[in-house]
DNA sequence: ATCCGGAATTGATCCTGATCCACGCGCGGG
DNA sequence: CCCGCGCGTGGATCAGGATCAATTCCGGAT
């Protein structure tokens, strides 16, 4: 028992000095904030430890106190309409902020789920509000965050075909990966193929149909959860890429 | 010459003094904000006179300097995608900010223009945040009304069907416009059929034939641009309603 | 009043992607 | 080891909405 606490110790003091060593800074909250001003920052941030595959960060409606910061693993966010069709709203990555839409009514408009072990870090609202009314740069970047959330969700409007969609799709994380430091043509999708297809509004079968066609025409190599991009260039051309990052 | 100077002048000066009398400040950028606040936030907005029909705000590449507060009229927001198609992202009413998703990049995302004569609040982006740094209040006003353009653009992620679509849009813009004083049942459409099926994705002729349909059903009247909602509640639960407001 | 042009409506046909179905694979549990 | 179940794949069919085409309607100019 003592062992265990001792260990979730030693995590909560390596995460604890995050911001200022982490690699994600520059994409997350702190960009381009002062080592200064980021270690107020630091402060406040309650680091939350291992999250388990399917385990939920919060469910829609619940009460809005905090903005995560996905620090390792995926994420994904989805909303139930009172039809009952669940909609998936997006997939976030290291570095990206979830929550930013529960700030208008104090309520989480979604819910968000990790889709294989996660951690994150906690930003209570109110805190985070208060420091920024001292630090321009923070505040500066919580209102970037949100325009580049909205921008984004705007370039997802357009009626595309499933062929643009999919391309789309996977140039934009290809690009999202490679500025988190990881491949940006060898791909492992986190989601199922159901996850995926919902996000894109298409039915899972049409998603597999679109794999399969894309591979026999060489632009990629599909093996389960793996994608390999063959052709990126021909891809992007593809999708009316609208790779925002 | 000196007279429309004179008459400029007057307007400014009408407008000057606004958002302690403005009707829709409660709905705008100073809700809920003390009025000693408000005085000071008054005192960075810049009134811009008619702005007439077909008139853009601002285009989108253009730098970002400043937000800006429906006053009157209506604004259609577009994007042109690289194929050169137009993608409307939405229509603004009195008391609605346009602009929010330059904040990022700094240069609009979007394109703006007045679908019939209007008026605007120009919030200069730079003085704004600088006085919301001592203004908490407007600070939060800032980042809800971002958060709500996020959840409103969520809430329109889901495949729905052309009539749920169109019902949703009534319904959604029957009580945008009550909750501005209008009436709910009566609705002038200041759009064109065009506008409103490539908002929508759908083609005009399926708007027209939906319209149609839901006329014969006894849900609407429908006489060009001027839409009566007869059965509202059913056309509510038609569309899975989702009017955020 | 007449003409013209663009917008809106309506009809006929087509096509993309949804739906329904069967099957293969891989993985975990008995 | 086998079974079963969920996931992914692929075939056949269907339907909703796009597209093409024809007409009407309205507003503005002459």
Not at 121 to 140: R, V
Not at 166 to 191: D, N, P, Q, W
Request: proline content about 4%; some cysteine; aromatic content about 6%.
């Amino acid at each position: 028992m003592s062992g265990t606490a001792t260990r979730s110790q030693l995590n909560l003091y390596q995460l604890r000095r995050t911001c200022g060593t982490c690699t994600l800074s520059e994409l997350c909250l702190p960009m381009g904030m002062p080592r200064d001003d980021m270690r107020r920052l630091e402060e406040l941030i309650v680091p939350r430890g291992p999250i388990g595959e399917g385990e939920h960060l919060f469910r829609i409606g619940e009460p809005f106190r905090a903005l995560y910061a996905v620090r390792g693993g995926f994420f994904k966010t989805y909303l139930v309409e009172q039809s009952g069709r669940e909609q998936v709203l997006g997939f976030h990555l290291p570095g990206e902020l979830i929550g930013l839409d529960a700030i208008w009514p104090q309520k989480h408009q979604c819910s968000a789920v990790a889709l294989n072990t996660a951690s994150v870090c906690e930003l209570p609202y109110a805190q985070i509000t208060n420091l920024s009314q001292q630090l321009p740069g923070l505040q500066h970047s919580m209102l970037r965050l949100l325009s580049k959330e909205l921008a984004l969700s705007h370039s997802l409007a357009g009626d595309f075909t499933a062929e643009e969609r999919i391309a789309g799709f996977l140039t934009s994380l290809a690009t999202r990966m490679k500025v988190r430091g990881f491949s940006e043509t060898h791909l492992t999708l986190s989601m199922s193929r159901r996850d995926l297809a919902n996000y894109l509004r298409l039915a899972t079968e049409t998603v597999s149909r679109v794999f399969s066609r894309f591979e026999k025409e060489g632009l990629i190599t599909v093996d389960r959860r793996e994608v390999t991009l063959r052709d990126p260039e021909k891809l992007a051309r593809f999708g009316n890429c609208l790779s925002i990052d």
